[in-house]
């Protein structure tokens, strides 16, 4: 692999970990210094959240950039969730299970928006979707 072709997938490497840094740090910020406690779905979310700027970071140290094998799954399964927790915001899954109940914490307020109106589940999707598809260059870019 040529230096330049190197630097290209590092840099690509470096923004998807940045995106997942960015991402967990916002949902620590509104959990432990808003005060908003996330819902389920947040929740679940995070779980993927998380796990992903860890493993980035270890990559970007290492320049592994066969970390898409670990990382995509992760990235997938975690836009799905946010995919779901979108449509049930707008309304458009009318499920009986209520992600937000009436007595926990609820995503659905004007606390749980962002940028005059977006709403958090929806900046989540974004998150996910970005990561999965810069990943998908890279392993795209180093196929052989």
Same mark, same amino acid.
Request: net charge positive.
């Given at each position: 692999?040529?230096?330049?072709?190197?630097?290209?997938?590092?840099?690509?490497?470096?923004?998807?970990?940045?995106?997942?840094?960015?991402?967990?740090?916002?949902?620590?910020?509104?959990?432990? #210094?808003?005060?908003?406690?996330?819902? #389920?779905?947040?929740?679940?979310?995070?779980?993927?959240?998380?796990?992903?700027? #860890?493993?980035?970071?270890?990559?970007?140290?290492?320049?592994?950039?066969? *970390?898409?094998?670990? =990382?995509?799954?992760?990235?997938?399964?975690?836009?799905?969730?946010?995919?779901?927790?979108?449509?049930?915001?707008?309304?458009? *899954?009318?499920?009986? *299970?209520?992600?937000?109940?009436?007595?926990?914490?609820?995503?659905?307020?004007?606390?749980?928006?962002?940028?005059?109106?977006?709403?958090?589940?929806?900046?989540?999707?974004?998150?996910?979707?970005?990561?999965?598809?810069?990943?998908? #260059?890279?392993?795209?870019?180093? =196929?052989?």
């Amino acid at each position: 692999m040529s230096t330049s072709s190197s630097s290209g997938l590092w840099s690509l490497l470096l923004v998807a970990w940045l995106v997942a840094l960015l991402s967990s740090l916002s949902a620590l910020f509104i959990g432990e #210094v808003m005060g908003q406690a996330p819902c #389920v779905l947040c929740w679940f979310q995070r779980a993927f959240m998380f796990p992903l700027t #860890v493993i980035l970071t270890i990559a970007c140290y290492r320049s592994d950039f066969a *970390i898409w094998r670990y =990382a995509l799954p992760l990235a997938g399964i975690g836009a799905g969730l946010a995919l779901a927790h979108t449509l049930l915001y707008a309304g458009l *899954i009318p499920l009986p *299970i209520q992600p937000c109940t009436a007595t926990g914490p609820s995503c659905s307020g004007a606390g749980m928006t962002i940028f005059g109106g977006v709403p958090l589940p929806m900046l989540a999707l974004f998150a996910f979707a970005l990561i999965a598809i810069l990943l998908l #260059v890279i392993r795209r870019r180093t =196929a052989p």
